[in-house]
Structure formats: C-alpha cells, structure tokens
C-alpha cells in the first residue's frame, strides 16, 4: 500500500489536472469556433505540418500524439474524408501507412495557427512571468525525463 499525497502533494496534483482540463477545453471552443476545427486536428495537422515532407509513419505520429493504434486511425479516417490528410504506403516498409498532410491540411493549419497560439499566450503565457514560464520548463522537462527513464525501465523488464 502506498501514502497517500501529502496535503501540498495533493493541492498541486489537482490543480495540475484542472489547469490542463480548462486550458485544453477552452482551446479547443476557441479553435471550433475560429476555425472549425478540433483541438485534435489540429494536433495532428501541427504535428505534420513539423515533419520532413509533412509526413509521418503512422506509428511515428501515433507515438510523437501518445495516441491508442485505433484513435489515430478513426481520426485519421474522418481528417481524409475531409481532405486534411492522406495515407500513403511507405516506400521503405510497404507494411507501414505514412499519414501526409495535404495542401488542404497545410492551409488549414495555417490559418488556424495565428489565433490558436495568440489564445495560448492570452490564456496561459500572460498568467506567468518570464522566471516562472522558466521554472515550468524546467519542471515539465524533469518530469518528462523521469517518464522517459520510467517508459525505458518499464520496456526492459517486460522483454
């Protein structure tokens, strides 16, 4: 059996999760509403719209979103019907679906991207000073290592 959080443990965890709730919430009503599109095509779309020739193994893509195998191809499926993406197959591996970013998709994201990161700096930048955005940083980036090192650790023990 484990101890529970401690009462600072417990006030930061929740405020943690509520923060990331209402911010995620509030920018994904934002982005419906500007650019009729969901905060999870958008993720998408960014994320190609990064990647080398706006394409991605969908493995790649499905790890890069920490996305479940059938989420990313039910998204991926209804982001083709309207012309955001397309699927390919991969000239290395002919097993392996590449997810590309079409010119409709690359627009989109462009046009979206202006006003979607004008509401991250309203809603969450200038809530923070420049030494705290500094201070998150540093935290989001240990907690990030330590799930890293968890992940690797987990993979080892289960081979």
């Not at 009503?29 to 998408?44: A, G, H, N, P, Q």
């Not at 991207?113 to 998150?136: D, G, I, K, M, N």
């Amino acid at each position: 059996m484990s101890d529970w959080l401690d009462a600072q443990e417990q006030r930061t965890w929740r405020s943690f999760l509520r923060m990331h709730a209402q911010l995620t919430a509030a920018l994904a009503r934002r982005l419906k509403t500007d650019s009729d599109m969901s905060i999870s095509d958008y993720e998408v779309l960014a994320t190609l719209s990064e990647a080398p020739d706006g394409s991605l193994r969908a493995r790649e893509l499905r790890c890069e979103l920490q996305w479940e195998k059938s989420r990313l191809a039910h998204h991926i499926r209804r982001m083709e019907q309207r012309g955001y993406v397309r699927r390919d197959t991969c000239t290395d591996d002919l097993r392996a679906p590449l997810v590309c970013i079409s010119d409709t998709g690359l627009a989109a994201i462009r046009d979206a991207a202006p006003t979607h990161v004008a509401r991250v700096r309203e809603l969450f930048f200038a809530a923070l000073s420049p030494t705290q955005a500094r201070a998150l940083l540093r935290a989001t980036d240990a907690v990030l290592h330590n799930l890293d090192r968890y992940d690797t650790n987990e993979a080892t023990a289960e081979d």
